[in-house]
């Protein structure tokens, strides 16, 4: 029976992990910082901004709240975006990279925003259960077979019959949410007024390469739809619409041309870049993508100038402000730095990933003076994303340079828990509490404590806390 289930659990494994998707693949990025199981998240303010002015409309026609859906971005070179539990979609570098125009992203995120609006996942788990009984009573109807007749082959083909009549099932469920999603995708393109042809683009390409990796395999055991299903149906779909979407929005190709530049710019080695970008090509994203391979490449000169001449056109742009800053200040030339990113600060105040930048410099100068605006700017960056362990610990820095070490000890007890670092977090928040005066950072240096407690911990974090402790020993 174990060998019978053992395909069975591992394809439920992976639909537990991977579904829904649009395709799979793998890659590099940016100021990116280690997550589970070697997956390396990539955070930048201007891609961020880029896919948000795409989604939240997406998630606005569909009813969902924007705030309520984390979007995650992952450094792969595969084209691929798939939601979990929880509304949080996660995309790949590589669908912004191999994405042709705005509209094929478009269409990815009104598809993946179907799963969300659906419930897909949801419906996931009990569907799983439902499978696993089927199949368990099909071992259970052949064994009994089997000592009924006398006859061993019963109990593997009655057996074997359950467990595909189970995944078949199972598929069946995942192949009409893919349906059932991209119509809801089409619908909110539609809504939003903006056009399905780059899902059909996108759809027409990938055709190719799904056929030569499974071009044997029967389509009923698939998770999900072929290519070319979708494809047939997206056409329809756009036959039967009774408006004409207008083409994606100026500012959005914009904004999507110079964020796939910059990954180019970041992830992709020198002569791809200047493949994709060549010297002759003069466009706003060919410069920065060669700016920012410039920089890449130690030639910090360089960089700035092409930064530069990108601001003379932009001088409003808060993205190639930030980008400025960085150069400058990963080439040593924090005191220019500083102006570069107050500007992208004042230009996109929303933005934490700038403020906490901004505030970096500013510790990093070393001038006592400048310590009261940077805690102002990490303040201000966590009120906009308490989440950050990195911009904690600068919080946590900036107090203990001010000499303000009870609060110093607060905010690095932050980032502790956030870490999942619990002794530590035990250790800073207990010393906080008992140095600060009655009031809400007391207060709050309490609760940590008590959330770091080991008796509040769930399992896995304890047995993470005892293999931490094992190590350090």
Known sequence: MGKLLAPFRALLLMLAFFTPVLVPGAAAAQGGREGGRGVVVIRDAETERMVRGFANPLFR?????????DITLIQNRAINAFVTTGN?????????????????????????????????????????????????AAMLLGAGAAVATGQGGAFGAIALGGQSSAMGGLFAFTRGQEQAADQAGLHYLETVGWSAAGLERLLERLLDQELLAVGRQDPYFRTHPLSQDRLEFVREQMRRSRSTPALMPAALEGAFAMAKAKLHGFLDPPQRVLRQYPAEDSGAPARYARAIMAFRAGRIAEAVAGLESLLAAQPGNPWLHEMKGQVLFEGHRAAEALPAYAAAARLAPAEPLI???????MIELGDPALLPPAVAELEASLALDRDSAFTWRQLGIARGRLGQMPLADLALAEEAMLEEDFPAARFLARRAEEALPPGPARLRAADLRNAARRDNLTPEQRAAERENERRRR
């Open 61 to 69: 026609a569909a009813g969902i709240d924007p705030g309520r859906v």
């Open 88 to 136: 949080r979609m996660f995309i790949h570098t590589g669908l912004i990279l191999q994405a042709g125009s705005a509209a094929e992203l478009a269409g990815v995120l009104a598809h993946e925003t179907g799963h969300i609006a659906g419930g897909h996942l949801a419906r996931l788990p009990e569907e799983m259960r439902m499978a696993t009984i089927r199949s368990v």
């Open 355 to 361: 403020r906490t930048a901004h505030a970096r410099v």
